[in-house]
């Protein structure tokens, strides 16, 4: 592994720089009680790793996929190749290894998305978010077993009646606040649709698209007394993806071997996700120092994946100086077909106590019981032909007959029902304090889980530790680390074959993460430099193979690997008033599969750049624009499956995209008692642009492999995102 030489060539300048007292020193005693970093608010955490991230911020990001998670993936150590999809990677994990809470009760996300195409909106819905609270890796115990990040969302109660909704041509919203006089009750309802058929339609193939999705939900609070409240979240959501392709042409290769493959399409795909879930929470607070909560959670989920695609190809090669297609060339087809049923259930109930003997310390601790009902149904197929000639049926002399079995290219057929039963705890201790003259910070404990179905014992210590030096520059040195489990669940125990395998372990993590941030003005207006170097040692892992944004693990803890990178990110007011954020990070992921030798995992990310851009016109500040950039490099191509991924190491093309978001603001709550008439009931009206991917590149998500059946080589054939497009969006809000 190459030393890392960019951190210390970032810290230890700063580090240099800012060994000045203050000038003016202040008296102080030894007896102070109360070390105050930041105020007690809804949703405030301990953890130090936390970024916080504006709900005003997220609701305004330009993004095809609706939530939150659009800004979420220009931060630094996030990283995702595709704007279709939610889903995204942290710091060389994959989409599988991330922690998504909404009021601290753990989200499911769908488990037979295959590609980026099927995804409707994200869970969260950004129209009633208070609170966002991210965390990259080293997080505190409280939050569960995954290797990667955490996402807390805090719901918000509103205030008084409100009605907020928006239109555009991919979708609409509408949102309703109740609370009543005395506010003891207050009631949030959203129900969202979207329809990304006009986005699909910038794909360069001809293919009938009738993705539709909705949901509802609702957030529900009984203020009984100021010590005792009752809360109740609902979500229910249905995605319904169709498709009919037709006909597809690629041109592909290298300058002095081009390439185009023509595919002619029968038959069609029909699939269906539904999702329920239900929370009802019980809090009791006796008193200042302690808090109480009891949340009881059923989860429900319902997914059908039916295709079955025919496809005949042909593939040909030019000549690089006339153009000229060459004369040898290649026809032939597959059928993939799928009847896969999945039925999840989870329901349980978790308590959770916090003392706080004062505003310095917190102590907490949790238990958390889950029933958990997984009915898998997979029947999976492919058949791969090239002149009349099943592969991977050996092709000698077609002259000569062969009496072998004519093979699909792979199978995978299972039946399985568990209902297994995993049990967690966890304690953690946080406590501030003064050290001679710096504020100090530590955040210690520790988790343990058992699951029954494979009947392991995870523990998982976990700390956090943070120094702010009495400077004259604004320095906050942070340390975090511990040991971090991927606890399997659905996917990681489905082997290759489609059964369900119980001698499964949770994968590892040792994590060590180093960390700086440095407040400072530069043109009057406050900004912040955050710096982070991690390590991470992993061991148990799973393989997988990357199927566009689906995850086939293999079903055998036989890899290790290893991760490290750097994480910048410079926040604040470039533009008076408003925040933006350049991020940059470098980061490696490897694996080591059955002791072959280290090569990069599917989610291996190397260099990446994204910024986050809010600007207004001084005279016209109702005139107002955000911009979202992002570059990365290419991911690995991905093996197929069933494949060595030791044969397949190249990588794809960079994903670049920009996306630009234009609004007017007829409407907002400084001026609307300006208003009169019907417009005077409005709080808020803005009618804006959005231009996703504004220069029309043309980005690869994954590679759609086809067989040579005279040299049994595979092509990668680069399946494309989405092109420019225009969509029309207007937004109101009343009270």
Do not use: C
Not at 198 to 213: C, G, Q
Request: charged share 20%.
């Amino acid at each position: 592994m190459k030393k890392i030489v960019l951190p210390l060539s970032i810290l230890v300048p700063m580090l240099a720089f800012s060994q000045v007292k203050k000038k003016d020193t202040v008296m102080r005693t030894t007896d102070i009680e109360e070390v105050v970093f930041q105020k007690k608010v809804v949703g405030k955490s301990n953890d130090l790793t936390n970024v916080k991230i504006s709900a005003k911020d997220a609701q305004n990001v330009a993004s095809i996929s609706g939530g939150i998670e659009g800004i979420i993936k220009t931060l630094p150590s996030v990283n995702s190749n595709t704007e279709l999809s939610s889903q995204y990677m942290v710091r060389g994990g994959n989409y599988d290894e991330n922690l998504i809470y909404i009021n601290d009760i753990e989200i499911y996300r769908p488990f037979l998305i295959r590609n980026s195409q099927q995804e409707g909106l994200s869970i969260i819905n950004p129209d009633m978010v208070s609170t966002v609270n991210f965390s990259a890796g080293g997080f505190e115990p409280k939050y569960g077993d995954k290797m990667s990040s955490a996402l807390n969302i805090y719901y918000r109660e509103p205030e008084k009646f409100e009605v907020s909704g928006e239109a555009s041509l991919i979708g609409g919203r509408l949102t309703t606040g109740l609370a009543s006089k005395n506010k003891k009750l207050t009631a949030l309802f959203s129900g969202r649709y979207r329809n990304t058929n006009l986005v699909l339609n910038t794909l360069n193939e001809d293919t009938d698209f009738n993705p539709t999705y909705w949901d509802f939900q609702s957030y529900i609070n009984y203020h009984i007394s100021p010590k005792f409240s009752l809360s109740f979240i609902g979500y229910y959501s249905k995605n319904d993806y169709e498709m009919v392709p037709k006909q597809r042409s690629v041109d592909f290769g290298t300058v002095d071997r081009p390439m185009n493959l023509t595919v002619n399409y029968g038959g069609r795909e029909n699939d269906m996700y539904k999702n329920m879930m239900g929370t009802l929470s019980m809090n009791f607070k006796p008193s200042d120092k302690w808090r109480f909560t009891l949340d009881s959670f059923a989860y429900q989920n319902r997914e059908r994946e039916y295709y079955t695609i025919s496809s005949a190809y042909i593939l040909q090669t030019f000549d690089p100086i006339t153009g000229n297609p060459v004369t040898s060339y290649d026809v032939g087809g597959q059928i993939e077909h799928a009847r896969n049923d999945l039925f999840v259930r989870t329901y349980g109930t978790q308590f959770k106590a916090r003392f706080s003997p004062n505003i310095n310390t917190d102590i907490e601790v949790g238990f958390k019981y889950e029933k958990e009902n997984l009915k898998d149904l997979t029947n999976e197929w492919k058949l791969v032909d090239s002149s009349g000639y099943s592969i991977p049926r050996p092709i000698d002399d077609p002259r000569i007959p062969n009496s072998s079995d004519l093979d699909l290219f792979y199978q995978i057929a299972g039946n399985n029902n568990i209902e297994p039963t995993r049990l967690s705890a966890y304690a953690q201790y946080s406590q501030k304090f003064f050290w001679g003259a710096s504020k100090v910070f530590v955040n210690a404990g520790a988790r343990v889980s058992h699951w029954s179905f494979n009947k392991e014992t995870i523990f998982s210590p976990r700390f956090q530790f943070a120094i702010k030096p009495d400077w004259e520059t604004d320095m906050l040195f942070k340390l975090s680390g511990g040991v971090y489990y991927q606890s399997p669940f659905y996917k990681e125990i489905k082997d290759l074959d489609g059964n369900f395998n119980s001698d499964i372990k949770s994968q590892r993590s040792l994590q060590m993460i180093l960390g700086n941030d440095f407040e400072f003005y530069m043109y009057d207006r406050p900004f912040k430099l955050s710096t982070e170097v991690y390590y991470k040692k992993m061991d148990d892992l799973i393989p997988y193979y990357m199927d566009n944004v689906r995850i086939r693990y293999s079903g055998k803890n036989n890899a290790t690997g290893y991760a490290y990178g750097i994480d910048t990110r410079l926040y604040g007011e470039f533009v008076p008033g408003v925040d933006s954020w350049l991020s940059a990070s470098y980061a490696r992921a490897y694996e080591n599969i059955d002791g072959k030798g280290n090569i990069p995992r599917p989610t291996d990310q190397r260099f990446r750049f994204a910024m986050f851009y809010q600007d207004y016109m001084p005279q016209f500040p109702s005139m107002r624009v955000n911009l979202t950039l992002v570059y990365a490099m290419g991911l690995p191509t991905g093996s197929p499956v069933m494949t060595d991924p030791y044969n397949y190491q190249k990588t794809l093309p960079a994903y670049k995209r920009v996306d630009i978001g234009l609004s007017k603001v007829f409407i907002d709550s400084k001026n609307k008692n300006k208003m009169y008439g019907f417009w005077g009931n409005f709080e808020e009206l803005t009618l804006g642009l959005q231009v996703f991917n504004a220069f029309n590149i043309n980005n690869t998500v994954a590679n759609q492999w086809v067989t040579d059946y005279n040299t049994n080589l595979m092509y990668p054939v680069p399946v494309r995102l989405t092109g420019r497009f225009f969509n029309v969006k207007l937004e109101f809000k009343i009270k």
